[in-house]
């Protein structure tokens, strides 16, 4: 891929994404050009270096910026852009530079379905329909576009719903048909289905109170 030989291109997007965490991360300007443009190593795993840059000093925001970047900028071919979206969505803390359209958008071009390690051996186990579930704290709730990420542990979405366990929350529940999910989760513990809220069926609200 000739853009890791963009120098001037890389060094400014590391600038920029320095730029939107606010503070300098764990490594300089020259090792994130030198992750990304070593010969000896993959592209893909060169990716993964280069957004291990930003993990120390501002957490997953720069990131995340970065996964916006080339996204943007068109960089990757659907292969790579999905890799570097797996990486990313399983560090993520909730998104602060993806909007809901753009997320939308990224999950139309990546390859499905979407799966950590962990889940590689567990996908082909999973029903052809099965029930999810989302925690909600928002008000009011919309229920076609409140999310990607559900789980198939109520438990788990219970936790989101209430805060773990300090306030009042709204727990969905819904069904889904396999082929229509983007991703399948695990490395997070969260048990995690990424589906567009939209192809989520059978959709039903109820508010949960702490334990």
Known sequence: MEWTKDIKTLSEIYEDCCRVGGIKPHFS??????????????????????????????????????????????????KLFSGLYLTVHTNARPYRYLTKQMITDMLKT????????????????????????????????????????????????????????????FLITGQVIKVDIFGYILCRRENEIVIDPRKVSKKTIAEVKPL
């Open 29 to 78: 300007k020259n090792d994130f050009v030198r992750r990304l443009t070593d010969e000896n190593e993959e592209l893909r795993a060169r990716l993964g270096r280069a957004v291990h840059v930003f993990d120390t000093g501002i957490g997953n925001y720069g990131s995340e910026h970065f996964l916006k970047l080339c996204f943007e900028r068109n960089y990757l071919d659907r």
């Open 110 to 169: 990546i390859e499905t379905p979407l799966l950590c390690d962990e889940a590689k051996t567990k996908y082909p186990e999973l029903p052809s329909e099965f029930r999810v579930y989302r925690g909600m704290r928002e008000r009011p709730v919309d229920l076609d576009g409140c999310g990607y990420c559900w789980s198939l542990d109520e438990r788990i979405t219970h936790n989101f719903a209430t805060g773990d366990d300090k306030i009042h929350g």
